[in-house]
């Protein structure tokens, strides 16, 4: 049985006219190194779904395995306040989908979004899609045209 938070993903990523890429694994693979190691990829094409706080509202940034981002950078360059982290809790208020499983898509309502500018450069991209043992594959400018997102340079 297919979980309701990855189903909402499927559901999200047809809708938008994409390939319904998804793949269930039987482990876990709640980092970016675990999905790595699973798929065979570099760890910087995985897209990790970070959701953070930014005056009370969900901020999404997708951000490569291989980054840690810059809070400090990303407000600057959108002119906003602090951005936090979120807790678990306004995660799954504001998804739908717990932390480490958190997708790009498939939420309740549209989240602002920003897209990690150096993804461009892996001609596949793997996110995950609701739950620790999912993923699913796409392209840098389809994920940026079905999240409706921003690219930033995000470290």
Known sequence: MIPDPVLSVKSALTAAGVSDTVQIFED????????ASVLGCDVGAITNSLIFELDGAPLLILASGAA???TALVAAQLGTGKIRRATPEFV??????EVGGVAPVGHPKKLRTILDSSLREYPLLWAG??????MFSISYQELARVTDAEPLQVR
């Open 28 to 35: 876990k693979v709640p980092t970016a190194a675990a999905a």
């Open 68 to 70: 840690k981002v810059d």
């Open 92 to 97: 799954l208020e504001h998804t739908g989908q």
């Open 129 to 134: 899609a609701g739950d620790h043992n999912s």
